[in-house]
């Protein structure tokens, strides 16, 4: 069975500093991916990034990066240069496969911007 | 392109009866998923398919059923509502064949209160 942990249930930051969520995942697969979804306030998901667990390099999308440390079962996600719109519930998830079915999620990162 | 659909947005029901959540897809995307998301908590896949006439349980399937007569639509059933089913009700899809074929696109989910 696969299994998503996220550890800090909220956090603060400053606005236009850096923040990293963390994420530890579990199973048994060699092949998963591991994803980031943005929920705000409004309640969509809003999909970040993905990465795919053969994936050498770490993955980015603009301001979103994961730092991905297999021997670890760490997905980190780091987002550069917060703003204020960057306040929301972040999950972490994993499919069972890369290429992304059936998803585990976290319980969620609340994330709070300061301006 | 509107992409994931789910109607109704909000419904309170008594509990026992049942009704049925309505989710429709534009993107001619293969793979469609039930996920339902507690309070305070990250989101549990109840069914998915992955096409038309292909369906199968995901973590929680209990009080639920599903089906998929077209690509387009997978409607969920809830069957004697109970109070534990009150929560909010996403649905997604994704293509089985593209270069993001991973990512899921999440429809805006209904809010369903069992009382």
């Known amino acids: 069975a696969q299994k998503i942990t996220q550890t800090q249930p909220g956090m603060f930051v400053q606005e236009k500093e850096a923040v990293t969520l963390d994420c530890t995942y579990d199973t048994s697969d060699p092949s998963y991916g591991l994803f980031w979804y943005k929920q705000p306030s409004s309640g969509e998901m809003i999909f970040l990034i993905y990465q795919g667990s053969y994936d050498q390099q770490n993955a980015t999308e603009g301001r979103y990066s994961l730092n991905f440390q297999k021997a670890r079962k760490s997905a980190n996600l780091v987002i550069s240069a917060s703003q204020l719109g960057d306040s929301a519930m972040y999950f972490c998830?994993?499919?069972?496969?890369?290429?992304?079915?059936?998803?585990?999620f976290g319980g969620g990162t609340r994330v709070l911007v300061k301006p | 392109n509107a992409g994931v659909t789910q109607t109704p947005k909000f419904r309170i029901l008594k509990i026992g009866q049942s009704m049925t959540l309505q989710c429709a897809q534009d993107?001619?995307?293969?793979?469609m998923y039930w996920y339902r998301q507690d309070p305070g908590m990250g989101l549990k896949l109840i069914y998915y398919s992955v096409g038309a006439g292909i369906t199968d349980k995901g973590e929680v399937p209990n009080g639920y059923n599903v089906s998929r007569s077209t690509t387009e639509d997978f409607p969920l059933r809830l069957e004697l509502a109970a109070p534990s089913q009150t929560s909010v009700y996403f649905c997604?899809?994704?293509?089985?064949?593209?270069?993001?074929?991973?990512?899921?696109?999440f429809g805006p989910g209904t809010r369903l209160t069992v009382t």
């Open positions: 993107m001619n995307h293969n793979y």
């Open positions: 997604a899809s994704s293509g089985a064949v593209s270069e993001r074929a991973y990512e899921q696109y």
């Open positions: 998830a994993m499919s069972q496969g890369a290429a992304g079915n059936k998803l585990t």
